[in-house]
Nanobody, 123 residues
Framework: QVQLVESGGGSVQAGGSLRLSCAASGHSSSGCMAWFRQAPGKEREGVASISKYAITNYADPVKGRFTISQDKDKNTLVLQMNSLTPEDTAMYYC??????????????????WGQGIQVTVSS
């Protein structure tokens, strides 16, 4: 089965940057990988996704600020987050799915999930 482990979260002031990583193991290359986030009292929402063909998809609130990428082996997913705002504060989750979509959807029906990592942005 697929195991996903996030790292790189933390606290930063508004306008700062953070780089999240997700290490995947126990599987062949996934068709889609994505980042989701969930703030307290809110539903989980998609942030960005990337297909095994390197096609990316971004949610409107993060376009132009966040960049999703993966390594050559497709086993490490990265989310570079720039120009962070307090509205970006949330638990961030790495997700993967064996089904390839073009682009990969930003819907909460991915098959595999990490445990999440906290990102806190202060004013």
């Amino acid at each position: 089965q697929v195991q996903l482990v996030e790292s790189g979260g933390g606290s930063v002031q508004a306008g700062g940057s953070l780089r999240l990583s997700c290490a995947a193991s126990g599987h062949s290359s996934s068709g889609c990988m994505a980042w989701f986030r969930q703030a307290p009292g809110k539903e989980r929402e998609g942030v960005a996704s990337i297909s095994k063909y390197a096609i990316t998809n971004y949610a409107d609130p993060v376009k132009g600020r966040f960049t999703i990428s993966q390594d050559k082996d497709k086993n490490t997913l990265v989310l570079q987050m720039n120009s962070l705002t307090p509205e970006d504060t949330a638990m961030y989750y790495c997700a993967a799915d064996s089904i390839t979509q073009i682009p990969c959807r930003l819907r909460v029906d991915y098959k595999y999930w990490g445990q999440g990592i906290q990102v806190t942005v202060s004013s």
